[in-house]
């Protein structure tokens, strides 16, 4: 049985002993990134002080699923969150195109629901509320749900659960498509997760799922997105092993760019089998379902974490000035496992309001906002942000100095690159 952390339990993280998905004991630690704050966790002052918690990846020889050793409190991380989905020009047109895919491919009529689970600030159901359609946002930031309500998107503040599922289906009704985008990941207990979910779909209903693709994790060796708030790394096989223990048929996976390589997987309750997904072999020939993958991925990681340090360290020891660019929540594991502070960074900057003025977690550099880069036109600036390399070059294009991207393998962009 599994210790489910509740809110007011007092605890801080549990130890995970059975996969979240299939329940196996079999569980093999393959990448160690030690101790680091949680990713979110901005700081007021450079001289508060941040709880850290440990950062293992496991290995589930049951359903090849990879998930970090310690599940921290979700109340210590996703009630006030600083992300907002619409920090950047990516993600807006990423989820207009998503909006016009739900009216014109995923909806039957457009009287039905669509619920939108982890709604962030309402930018994805904006748009779709745009088309004539009606829309509910779920999302336990109260901040994010302000903002999503005051535009007018109807957003609870509230986890979503199989509880929750209960009373809006009873209120609402059943949904004709339900959306869970970059939440999965973040969720402890999947199969309540699904329980709800699926009781609260019609039964011709759609759930379309994106998480961050680990083929992408593993070939890009992106370990800056470890991080506490990601409980699970994905690949279809266990995503499928979870649909269908919940009576859903898959129907399609789609891989996306966003965030650094996504996937996104849509399942039927009405769909009599699996439609066939040519990624199940492909995972295989990758070896995505072998715990040698991230054995061997657990040394590339470390091998990367040197040549940055090497790179930043030679380009300071010629008193170059060095910022960073964007305080995104992976940045805080990246600049926490290669212990990148103050003395190498002068700052970073980062467009999103609830960061500008505070301190990274960790490492304590300040953050401000993006005019100052502009006007102190540094040396180099590490791309923290890196999944956003072309949207920022194409925006930054006077900066005189030069981006330093760190994922996948460290490189120095020359103003040839850039243009
Ligand atoms: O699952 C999650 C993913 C999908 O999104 C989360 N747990 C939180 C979040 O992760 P992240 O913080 O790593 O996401 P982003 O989208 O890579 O964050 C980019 C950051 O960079 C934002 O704080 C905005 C900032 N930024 C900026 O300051 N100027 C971004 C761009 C493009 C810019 O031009
Ligand atoms: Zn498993």
């Not at 210790?3 to 993280?13: A, H």
């Not at 960074?345 to 502009?374: A, C, N, Q, S």
Request: proline share 5%.
């Amino acid at each position: 049985m599994r210790t489910k952390i509740r809110s007011g339990s007092g605890l801080d993280f549990r130890r995970v002993s059975r996969c979240r998905v299939c329940g196996t004991k079999d569980l093999a630690k393959v990448i160690d990134l030690k101790s680091t704050p949680l990713a979110n966790s901005f700081l007021n002052t450079p001289s508060e002080k941040e709880s850290w918690f440990p950062l293992e990846v496991l290995y589930c020889n049951g359903c090849a699923l990879l998930q970090l050793s310690h599940v921290v409190n979700p109340n210590l991380m996703f009630k006030e969150y600083p992300y907002r989905s619409s920090s950047s020009a990516s993600m807006p047109q990423h989820f207009r195109e998503l909006a016009q895919l739900i009216s014109s491919e995923f909806m039957a009529s457009s009287k039905q629901l669509v619920v939108e689970i982890g709604s962030n600030d309402g930018t994805l159901l904006a748009a779709l509320k745009e088309r004539g359609l009606q829309v509910l946002g779920i999302d336990p930031a109260a901040n994010l749900a302000r903002i999503a309500n005051e535009r007018g998107v109807e957003t609870l503040p509230q986890f979503f659960d199989s509880d929750m599922a209960d009373q809006i289906r009873e209120r609402r009704g059943k949904a004709g498509v339900i959306i869970a985008n970059n939440v999965l990941a973040h969720v402890d207990d999947l199969h309540d997760f699904m329980q709800g979910a699926t009781s609260l779909l019609e039964n011709d209903g759609i759930l379309s799922v994106e998480v961050p693709y680990v083929g992408d994790l593993n070939q890009n060796v992106e370990y800056d997105t470890i991080y506490h708030e990601h409980l699970s790394y994905f690949s279809v096989h266990p995503i499928s092993r979870l649909f269908s223990n919940f009576g859903l048929r898959l129907e399609s996976v789609t891989r996306l760019d966003v965030h650094g390589g996504s996937i996104r997987v849509t399942g039927r309750k009405s769909r009599k089998k699996d439609s066939r997904i040519p990624f199940m072999e492909f995972e295989k020939r990758c070896g995505l379902n072998k715990v040698e993958t991230y054995e061997s991925l657990s040394g590339r990681i470390e091998y990367q974490k040197e040549y940055l340090k090497h790179t930043l360290g030679n380009l300071k020891s010629k008193g170059s000035m060095i910022v960073g660019y964007g305080a995104p929540a992976k940045g805080n594991t990246l600049l926490n496992v290669c212990e990148i502070g103050p003395e190498t960074l002068d700052y970073v900057i980062d467009t999103t309001p609830e960061k500008i003025g505070k301190f990274t977690p960790g490492m304590h550099i300040p953050i401000y906002e993006t005019e100052r880069f502009r006007k102190d036109q540094p040396r180099y600036c590490l791309m923290l942000a890196w999944n956003y390399e072309k949207e920022i070059v194409l925006k930054e294009r006077d900066y005189t100095g030069q981006f330093i991207v760190p994922i996948p393998s460290p490189k120095v962009l020359s103003q040839n690159n850039r243009s």
